[in-house]
């Protein structure tokens, strides 16, 4: 199985629905890759995962210029997320000021790079296709599904994975390349 694969079904059962226990997810995923498990497996796979979503932080840069873009755009925030590590993020970050919309798959049960996403996002914004602009981290979920939909897509690759692709950004502090 391939990353993306993986990530995929990963997202399939952690990301549609709203998990309040991750245990639930864990043995799914596990039983969909035949994967034998015990019951102390799940509880360290749960820990791991609990300790990675305690641990998310912001790159220094995104909070200013999400602040920025504030006063001149709306701004929409679609993420393939699951619930525990979606409210980590709004406890320790001010998504909710931020963003006009947010889209959470889990209350959504629609994951990028399904067109529908951005269909509902562009009617909540109440924005059209051509004033959009989709900035995010996935070519393929987000740049390209946002291209494919009509939304052009702006590629944040802080790794250098994709040195030739035309509308890419380092920083999103570059972003006023693009506005």
Known sequence: MQDYEFIKVFEK???LEKHLDLEVPIKKLLNELSIDYSENSVTKLK?????AFNSLKVFPETLPVLEDLKKNYKLGL???TFYQSFRKLEQNFRVSEIFDVILKSYETKILKPD???FEIMIRKLNVNKEGALMI??????D???AENFGIKG?????KGKYPNHINRIESLEQLKEFI
């Open 13 to 15: 059962y952690f990301m």
């Open 154 to 158: 702006i590629l944040v690759d802080r």
């Open 143 to 145: 740049v390209q599904a």
């Open 78 to 80: 679609i993420t393939n």
């Open 115 to 117: 067109p529908k996403i």
């Open 136 to 141: 995010g981290d996935s070519l393929q979920d």
């Open 47 to 51: 820990s791991m995962l609990e300790k």
